[in-house]
Nanobody
Framework: QVQLVESGGGLVQPGGSLRLSCAAS????????VSWYRQTAGKERELVAT????????NYADSVKGRFTISRDNVKNTVYLEMNSLKAEDTAVYYC?????WGQGTQVTVSS
């Protein structure tokens, strides 16, 4: 079965860190660009970061540059989003996307 499963979300204080995982099954993630998006209630889904398939080039939204890092582990068929110096405005449901498929999302809440 082809699917993506996100994990690693939770509640963290401002300035804290989280690492999100996007695990794929049924296809090799390494063959596709993978993106992380986030969405809050009443707003459109926002592109956060992308990693390309072959060269592994990375792009980030201006709002997360310098704080978030996207990476791949092809052995584990997983893409990660390392999030540091988290702010309240990073609170959202985070989704990964690859091969035109979406995971179910993982909630990140940044609050004191």
């Amino acid at each position: 079965q082809v699917q993506l499963v996100e994990s690693g979300g939770g509640l963290v204080q401002p300035g804290g860190s989280l690492r999100l995982s996007c695990a794929a099954s049924g296809f090799p993630l390494s063959n596709y660009p993978v993106s992380w998006y986030r969405q809050t209630a009443g707003k459109e889904r926002e592109l956060v970061a992308t990693i390309t398939s072959v060269a592994g080039m990375k792009n980030y939204a201006d709002s997360v540059k310098g704080r978030f890092t996207i990476s791949r582990d092809n052995v584990k068929n997983t893409v990660y989003l390392e999030m540091n110096s988290l702010k309240a405005e990073d609170t959202a449901v985070y989704y990964c996307n690859a091969r035109l498929r979406w995971g179910q999302g993982t909630q990140v809440t940044v609050s004191s």
